[in-house]
């Protein structure tokens, strides 16, 4: 399989380059989102692609806007990708772009966590508590929490590392009506999401989701949504409360660089070959057990 580290595409104005996502300008209010390969650990992004993901996390990404597109309107526009570029660049776009919207981005992140893993772990362990919120005593990792937990983000720039906020500094910083409607539809759409997966043999320990306002004030889920990238998506079958679940996501980076000497700042340490492969085999074998159906190379 072809792999694509970063787009090449001049018939349209480059807005910028993210992560994982090329931004493109598409008139003066849609904008082409060609998702890579590249791989980010630690807010870092590796020098390595992984063939395939970024085709893996569009293809997720669509699936779940239309799923969830009751619950609260998003950025899709339905324009194909393919007749916004130019012939020689559509290779780059197929199976991994979308044109959207084009919205004022919310700056700050909505995380859901149903379950005790990862910081919210490690913060609950310190201080009995996660983003400051009380938990029972006992709670052991990867537990399930009695309720889904919203604990926002402030965004920051590439390369820093996100913020984890309270929700009275969320209220601050958007407003006390935006913030209360981000948190119940990210609960909402965590819910549904976490209720479907279930009778796929997945769990989703945690999510991000991204939002931003249209012209009108109107709030839109935008970027990715429920990707392998952006949450914790764990076998059923597999899982067991008392220790941390094998993940369909880049947790093998994540492990491997855990056993580096590394700051977890730029430049990345390089990725071995079989790193890459299980990761790749990961992120295939979401999609297809999410979605039933293989990946549209």
């Known amino acids: 399989m072809n792999s694509l580290y970063q787009t090449s595409i001049h018939s349209l104005p480059l807005l910028g380059h993210g992560k994982v996502r090329d931004n493109y300008a598409v008139g003066d209010d849609k904008i082409l989102i060609v998702t890579t390969d590249r791989l980010s650990a630690f807010d870092v992004v590796m020098n390595e692609p992984i063939p395939g993901k970024g085709m893996v996390l ?40 979308v044109v959207a919207k084009r919205l004022k981005p919310i700056m700050v992140e909505a995380v859901v966590r149903g379950y005790i893993i990862g910081s919210g772990w490690k913060d609950y362990q310190d201080t009995g508590s996660i983003c400051g919120i009380k938990l029972p005593a006992g709670l052991q990792q990867a537990e399930k929490l009695p309720e889904p937990l919203f604990t926002p983000a402030a965004k920051a720039d590439l390369g820093e590392h996100d913020e984890n906020i309270s929700f009275a500094d ?71 409360p008392g220790m941390s679940p094998p993940s369909f996501d880049k947790q093998f980076v994540r492990d491997y660089l855990e056993t580096l ?26 999609i297809e057990r999410l979605t039933g159906q293989k990946l549209k190379a």
């Open 261 to 286: 000497t590394w700051g977890k700042t730029a430049p990345a340490p390089a990725l071995p070959a079989d790193v890459i492969d299980k990761t790749q085999a990961k992120y295939f074998e979401a």
């Open 58 to 97: 569009n293809q997720m990404s669509d699936f779940w806007f239309e799923k969830l597109g009751h619950i609260v309107p998003n950025h899709l526009t339905g324009v194909a990708p393919e007749s916004v570029v130019a012939a020689d660049e559509v290779e780059q776009v197929k199976g991994r772009a």
């Open 170 to 240: 969320m209220e601050s910083r958007i407003g006390a009506e935006l913030a209360a409607k981000m948190r119940d539809v990210s609960i909402a759409l965590y819910k549904a999401a976490a209720d479907y997966a279930a009778t796929r043999g997945i769990i989703i320990a945690d999510t991000k989701f991204e939002f931003g306002l249209d012209d009108n004030g109107v709030m839109h889920l935008m970027d990715e949504v429920l990707t392998a990238d952006s949450s914790r998506f764990w076998p059923a079958d597999s899982y067991a």
